[in-house]
């Protein structure tokens, strides 16, 4: 009698052990997916970023390029002033 509740128990025991390793073996998956996608849009996120970036650096090449011809036209024009 004293058996066969034991086997009964290693019973259960077998089979809530192989129910936590199936739910184990499928949560690892999805975890590791989850992951794979949130690092995915990590990057697409700093890769925009870099590209803003990017772009601002141009558009402020350009302003100071622009600076620097407004400041000779701005001499070129003292300069005419002063001979006068």
Known sequence: MVAEVVRVNFGLLAVLLAGALLVVSVAIP?????????TDRSVRGGVERLEILREQQERLKFMYEEHRLFLEE????RSAIAEL
């Open 30 to 38: 999805v975890v590791g997916l989850r992951i794979l996608r949130n």
């Open 74 to 77: 701005l001499e070129r024009r």
